[in-house]
């Protein structure tokens, strides 16, 4: 019986071969599906790559997990610097066992030219743990230094943004004041050989990159010592899931008696909390769009089965009075109809597909990148996502067109030639 509706259905005209009416509902049809087709293509393809893009961001300033200095819970004081003791890095690991781990060392300081000052946060990181792969990605003049060599100890990568404000460029050697406790300033001259701009304001006007040789020396450290014990490749998504794991761990090893201090671990789900919370409106925003869109397409599909059912009235008529029952007219016009969907489908990924490469190889879309962090619209084409979108709408086309397809098999074949 199936194959019979399919045929029945296939010779049925609805486009070219068709009167103006039954066109009139075929393009309302094949429009509505491309138009939902290509606008929900598009919006997830966007909305994937802003969330790849800020996350790449945030990771490149934040570990997704990282434990800090002791904190004593008796007096409350939380002391400054930090040991990367070996007991803490087999918690870690025990955590999060594939994740990489690298100490790190931020320290304030004041960049000083002889007209003007601004205060940074320094950070370094040990070079033979940690990937520079972000901070060379936002290099925007000059070349990211090699920080395992000796010969560059004293050199510095500032932001575009400090440097324009000091009148900085590369080659250029500022004086660096850095305050420890008691009051005591270490100043250093630099050499600023790098200018770097992530489009992440806040951020950008607040970081500096220096060596892990020079920071230790003015901090008084010896190897081995840093402000933070960063876990990378953990993921944004698991990251308050492990920082808990391994607070948990670090307690339990702490009333043991294993380590005589106790660590916090914080995560960047809390640190980056204003841009990952920002890309999770985003989503609600897609959730929005994709219903809308849905509506758009069952109204404009429910609109053309309509006009295709009273262009073939008569044909309802012959069909019923030859013996076909309700259940198969309906399965001809849910046909008829799903072939307009594909129709539909095929134009909407043209256009939607069409221009995701265009804008993913020409950035002919532009942003403010002071209120998106981003000077172009983002697309991430996902094929796995492309292809859950069209198995998705095509299965609500499907159920949004088995309702108004009773109607067509409601029709009463006396009432045909009266119709007529």
């Not at 996902?382 to 299965?395: Q, T």
Request: aromatic letters at 8%; proline letters at 3%.
């Amino acid at each position: 019986m199936m194959n019979t509706s399919a045929w029945i259905a296939s010779r049925l005209r609805i486009g070219a071969g068709g009167s103006r009416s039954a066109r009139t509902g075929a393009v309302i049809a094949v429009a509505g599906v491309a138009i939902a087709i290509a606008v929900m293509e598009f919006t997830m393809a966007v909305v994937g790559g802003f969330r790849d893009e800020i996350r790449e961001k945030v990771l490149g300033f934040d570990a997704e997990v990282s434990i800090t200095p002791a904190y004593n819970p008796d007096s409350g004081a939380v002391d400054e610097y930090m040991f990367q003791d070996s007991v803490l890095e087999a918690l870690a690991r025990g955590v999060c066992p594939d994740a990489r781990l690298s100490l790190s060392l931020r320290r304030p300081a004041v960049v000083k030219t002889d007209s003007d000052f601004a205060a940074v946060y320094f950070a370094a990181y040990d070079p033979a743990a940690h990937d520079y792969a972000f901070e060379r990605s936002c290099v925007t003049d000059g070349v990211w230094p090699d920080y395992g060599s000796d010969s560059t100890a004293s050199h510095v990568v500032l932001s575009a943004a400090t440097a324009r404000m000091l009148n900085l460029g590369v080659g250029d050697r500022p004086m660096l004041y850095f305050v420890n406790d008691g009051g005591d300033i270490r100043a250093r001259r630099a050499r600023v050989v790098a200018l770097f701009e992530s489009r992440i304001e806040e951020r950008d006007k607040n970081t500096a990159y220096a060596s892990m040789e020079m920071l230790r020396a003015v901090s008084g450290l010896g190897e081995g010592w840093g402000t933070q014990l960063e876990i990378r490749g953990v993921g944004v998504d698991s990251a308050a899931v492990a920082a808990g794991r391994l607070q948990d761990a670090i307690v339990a090893e702490w009333q043991y008696g294993g380590i005589d201090k106790l660590y916090p671990v914080d995560n960047v789900a809390r640190s980056g909390a204003v841009y990952l919370n920002w890309l999770d409106l985003l989503d609600t925003n897609v959730v929005v769009i994709f219903i809308l869109m849905l509506l758009v397409a069952a109204s404009t599909l429910v609109a053309g089965l309509f006009i295709i059912v009273l262009e073939h009235i008569s044909t309802i008529g012959v069909l019923r009075s030859l013996g076909a029952s309700k259940a198969m007219v309906r399965r001809v016009f849910v046909a008829v109809s799903m072939r307009l969907v594909g129709y539909g489908m095929i134009a909407g990924n043209a256009v939607g597909l069409g221009l995701l490469v265009v804008q993913k190889y020409t950035r002919i879309m532009p942003l403010d990148p002071e209120m998106y962090y981003i000077d172009h619209v983002p697309v991430a084409m996902n094929p796995w996502m492309l292809l859950l979108l069209n198995i998705g709408v095509a299965l609500a086309a499907w159920l949004i067109l088995v309702l108004p397809s009773r109607i067509a098999a409601k029709v009463d074949p006396a009432q045909t030639m009266r119709y007529e």
